[in-house]
């Protein structure tokens, strides 16, 4: 079954019900984003999140001793680097923690370097100039499914939600799907609707 990540979580309510409906992994943003959170309030609402829910911190371009910092005052579990950082920046923090390392994707170019990352899977994402992330686009998941030549699990993000989520899951057979814009009543907030039926669509996808 895959698995399922609610990224850009901002407050407790929408932490316990993405935990509620099944959510293997809550994302924090440590970044300048409209979905970004201090290392104080995400630590808070770690701290009351059920077991076996994964915390993942992401971070664009960081410093690593910053990372570190956060990561380890907050608990995470896994880091996603969701920047520019090159293979030695991710083989630096591999140390400590596994790493998620985000790829936008805009073309097959945007792949040719995943072999030389440290990582323990990649996440795929939508290019779109000048942003991170976030942006709700989706991009050709053909794309996604020749990145699965590299070894490492994919998890497939962007513009997901639940009317696609079901399509994308058939078409490249990832180890996991992250959601984030595409579920929020409002930049930040979660609509829990659209988050329960994303959950239950990807989940009941085989």
């Not at 970004?36 to 009351?48: R, V, Y």
């Not at 590299?150 to 989520?165: H, M, R, S, T, Y």
């Amino acid at each position: 079954m895959v698995k399922v990540k609610i990224c850009g979580i901002t407050n407790y309510k929408d932490a316990e019900a993405a935990c509620l409906y099944g959510a293997d992994a809550l994302g924090f943003v440590f970044a300048k984003s409209q979905r970004g959170i201090t290392p104080k309030k995400a630590k808070d609402i770690i701290a009351k999140l059920p077991p076996y829910v994964i915390t993942v911190g992401v971070f664009v371009d960081e410093k690593k001793e910053k990372v570190l910092k956060i990561a380890r005052y907050c608990r995470l579990d896994l880091l996603q680097l969701h920047g520019n950082e090159s293979p030695n920046y991710c083989k630096g923090l591999n140390k400590y923690y596994k790493i998620i390392k985000a790829v936008r994707v805009g073309g097959p170019g945007d792949l040719k370097e995943l072999g030389s990352y440290a990582a323990d899977a990649f996440l795929l994402d939508s290019c779109v100039k000048g942003k991170s992330g976030g942006t709700g686009v989706k991009f050709d998941w053909a794309l996604a499914v020749k990145a699965k030549k590299f070894g490492k699990p994919v998890i497939l993000a962007g513009g997901l939600d639940a009317g696609n989520v079901g399509a994308a899951i058939n078409k490249v057979k990832p180890y996991a799907v992250d959601a984030c814009s595409r579920l929020e009543a409002a930049p930040g907030r979660k609509d829990h609707g659209l988050v329960k039926r994303f959950i239950k669509k990807a989940k009941n996808t085989n």
